[in-house]
Each structure stands twice: as C-alpha cells, then as structure tokens.
C-alpha cells in the first residue's frame, strides 16, 4: 500500500481576496472547482504547475465571520529557489508575519490569519 499528498485545505471568509493574495504571494492558481448546485460553498483547489499537490480553499458562505485558528500551531510550506526575493516580495506586500532568523525561514500570513513557512531550496 502506498501513499502520496494530495492536497491541504484552508476556510477562507473572502474567496475573491484569498484567491488574490495566493496568486500574488505564492503564484498559486486556480486548477478546479467545485460548487454546490445551492452555492453553499465553493470550494477552489490552487496549484503550482511544478507539482501534483493542490491547496484547497473552501468557502462558505454562511460562515461569514473569521475561522477561529486556536494558536495557529499548524501551517503550510513552500519552497523558493530565490529566497532573498521572496522575502522582499512579501515584505513589500505587508504579509511577513514572523522571521525566523536562526533557523533561516520566515512566514506570511493569509487574509485568514493562516501561516505559510517560506523555506529557502536545501543543497543536496
């Protein structure tokens, strides 16, 4: 029996500025969707074009206030091959929330509140 990721899923409260900020942060889009016949959600799964995996953004519209994150002791991370870049791209567009100095990584933050790790490419 074997096993591979497939996707990770966020609740966004605002699927229009979710889907913006992911393609502008992260160049992550849109690859499919789904919606229910009753639009009582959509449900958009972004990709990178470099790997099988797919970030789920699930939006409900009868959920309209923020999705309680408890301490946010969870997250998603991304590899860059230009991390001194992506660093100033982010910083720029306001969305670093924590740097990691020592340990050479940072994070940026969702419209939702949700962390993404930004890893600079290891050497083999």
Known sequence: MEFKFNHFNFNVTDLTQSLDFYAKALD???THRLQAKDDSYTIVYLGDKKSDF???LTYLPSHPQKYDLGECEFH?????DDYDA????????????????????????DPDGYWIEIIPARKK
Do not use: D, P, S
């Open 28 to 30: 992550l889009h849109e």
């Open 54 to 56: 797919e970030l789920e």
């Open 76 to 80: 998603l991370a991304l590899q860059t």
């Open 86 to 109: 992506a660093l100033q791209k982010h910083q720029a567009m306001g969305c670093v929330c924590f740097v990691n100095e020592a340990m050479g990584i940072y994070f940026i933050e």
